[in-house]
């Protein structure tokens, strides 16, 4: 192992999947919430940080845009994770032995044709890769879990079905998060991403958008959310792809930067090959 790298949730979470994924020669560190796992990367007890910030099919992830620019982290890598969920059971259990099934709210809604083909009932559990361990624990062959391959492979549990969620393309975005950025132009196709706050002025954010438009940038991603629960203060996050070093996109963000009060930049990173 190179370095550590810090994630929220249970062992054999997709969070956890998506680690394996990006940086396979790292050291895995589960953390119990979105803060913790911030806070050990920022205090060196991990190399890196892995966040989820979007879903496909649920949008994004609640908390996360507050969370990241306040943080002390800079994004230096984004991994897209496709969502595959299986039916883990304790070993040796049949199919058709199988009564109930334990994840996630989120995921047990994910398997509804599944869930009804095979007349299982489902069960709320905390969280998916929890949900395995509890299946693990109880070792009642009617009780099965929904959760990723890796989760039944750490718990010891037997795959009884393989991707059976509903949407075949469910895929998540997680943002890999270092304590210093990395401002190399490491791919052809890079993404930038940053927050804003427009000025006090009619059209604000008309205006602050028309550089980009004017300078041929692509902007992937626009998202507003309030500040410190005041209605007014509204700060916005935006993906866009090139990097600060292009003539367009260096045009863009000067433009960004005369109608906006605050500009502060993410992070630049390769964009994810399942990007398209």
Do not use: W
């Amino acid at each position: 192992m190179t370095g550590r790298i810090s994630f929220q949730g249970e062992p054999g979470a997709y969070s956890h999947q998506a680690c394996r994924q990006a940086r396979p020669d790292h050291e895995a560190v589960p953390c119990a919430t979105f803060e913790d796992t911030i806070e050990m990367c920022r205090r060196g007890e991990t190399d890196l940080a892995m966040l989820p910030v979007e879903n496909s099919t649920y949008g994004r992830v609640a908390d996360i845009h507050h969370l990241l620019p306040e943080s002390g982290l800079h994004i230096v890598d984004e991994a897209f994770v496709r969502v595959h969920i299986n039916l883990l059971a304790v070993p040796g259990t049949p199919l058709s032995a199988v009564k109930r099934a334990m994840s996630h709210t989120v995921l047990l809604g994910q398997c509804r044709g599944f869930l009804k083909k095979h007349g299982l009932t489902p069960v709320t559990g905390a969280d998916t890769a929890g949900s395995a361990r509890a299946v693990a624990e109880k070792g009642e062959p009617q009780l099965a879990a929904l959760a990723s391959e890796l989760a039944g492979e750490i718990y010891g549990l037997d795959l009884l079905a393989r991707h059976i969620e509903d949407r075949s393309n469910n895929t998540t975005r997680f943002l890999v998060m270092a304590r210093e950025p990395d401002l190399r132009r490491r791919a052809d196709k890079m993404m930038t991403s940053f927050v804003f706050r427009v000025r006090n002025i009619p059209a604000a954010l008309f205006k602050a958008m028309g550089g980009f438009a004017t300078n041929g940038v692509n902007m992937t991603k626009l998202e507003s959310y309030m500040v410190d629960g005041i209605f007014s203060a509204t700060q916005f996050y935006s993906d866009i792809e090139g990097h600060p070093d292009d003539e367009n996109v260096r045009l863009a963000l000067d433009e960004l930067a005369y109608f906006t009060s605050e500009v502060k930049l993410l992070g630049v990173y390769p964009a994810d090959p399942l990007r398209g």
